[in-house]
């Protein structure tokens, strides 16, 4: 008989590769979506679609005494919000209503992972010789990271006895991901723009090898929580992508450095025009913070040394497969 795992935010990009690996390793697949959610690239790889309220404890205790799960993955987040209320009640109410239902349901649950983000720990000096690894003080840049900060922070005060890991991942990228996809789109109309001329240590992770090692978080036994940061364990300049861009498009870029200035002035008038609009808009001064920290770069030997993680891609096939995914489905 078939193990039954749940994931959330299973129409999302990361969510979509997830059910696709989780259907591969022979699991019973139940993604959790909204009736308005377009499912047409997960369809093939989920046993059953399931609607509940992620914020009601009640109603996902009954989902889950009645289907009886081994496994829960929790990767649906509001990656953007008006205000911190709003995002403080997606990203820590429906954590703590999921891990709440699900630690007290009747049901074979083996464990549970936690999509949070390095967001939530934030980034450190470029000079910093040590990696970012898991007992680094919180310090996050916007409302997104202190949203996960305190999801974080929720669960190692309520549940910090039971079977939970939580998965801090980089920036991750692959087939389907639309954020970086603009700097993409961007390099295919020739420019190669950057905010400002500071240099800057970054680190990715390619959506495949994330999706292995949330799975391996709830299928190797590990004991009670566990926070892991995640990267592909490399640290890379802030113009990596672009000279893996040009090699596979055999073009020529325009490297452009826009004044911070200039570019925080930019965001500043961006929200204001967005500010009674429902949207937020792509560059806005919170944002900034993050696009311009210094140094991102990440330790990932917790991971390796408790769930054998080991990244089959770096960056540079990684975002080969993705830049020939965007060519072949005429994104790019």
């Known amino acids: 008989m078939k193990k039954k795992i749940f994931i959330t935010g299973a129409s999302g990009f990361v969510g979509s590769h997830l059910t696709e690996a989780a259907q591969n390793l022979g699991l019973e697949v139940h993604a959790a979506v909204r009736k308005s959610s377009k499912v047409a690239d997960i369809k093939p790889f989920v046993d059953k679609f399931v609607f509940p309220d992620l914020g009601n404890a009640e109603e996902l205790k009954k989902l889950f005494d009645q289907e009886g799960y081994h496994y829960i993955i929790h990767a649906a987040a509001m990656t953007k919000a008006k205000d911190e209320q709003t995002m ?96 993409f789109d961007t390099m295919k109309k020739g420019l190669d723009p950057y905010i400002g001329s500071k240099p800057q240590k970054l680190s990715f992770v390619y959506v495949k090898d994330l999706v292995d090692v949330l799975l391996k978080g709830v299928m190797v036994p590990q004991e009670g929580l566990q926070i892991y940061n995640i990267s592909d364990g490399e640290v890379y300049s802030r113009y990596a992508m672009a000279e893996i861009f040009k090699e596979v498009f055999s073009r020529k870029l325009f490297r452009m450095h826009v004044p911070l200035s200039l570019v925080k002035g930019i965001a500043e008038i961006s929200q204001y025009l967005y500010k009674n609009s429902t949207k937020t808009p792509v560059i806005y001064p919170e944002r900034l913070f993050e696009l311009t920290a210094e140094n991102w770069a990440v330790d990932i030997s917790h991971a390796k040394n408790l769930l054998d993680y080991d990244p089959k891609y770096l960056l540079e096939n990684g975002l080969k497969e993705s830049l020939e995914w965007y060519k072949i489905n005429k994104w790019l």
């Not at 349901?105 to 980034?123: F, H, K, N, Q, T």
């Open 88 to 183: 403080n009640l997606v990203n820590v109410g429906y954590t703590d209503a999921i891990m709440d239902a699900a630690l007290s349901a009747d049901m074979p649950l083996e464990r549970i992972s936690y999509v949070s983000s390095l967001a939530a720990v934030g980034p450190i000096p470029y000079q910093e010789e040590k990696l970012i690894d898991e007992s680094f003080p919180y310090h996050p840049l916007t409302v997104y990271g202190r949203s996960k900060k305190a999801s974080e922070l929720m669960i190692q005060d309520k549940y910090t006895d039971q079977r939970i890991s939580i998965f801090r991942p980089t920036a991750v990228y692959g087939p389907r991901e639309k954020d970086i996809f603009i700097l």
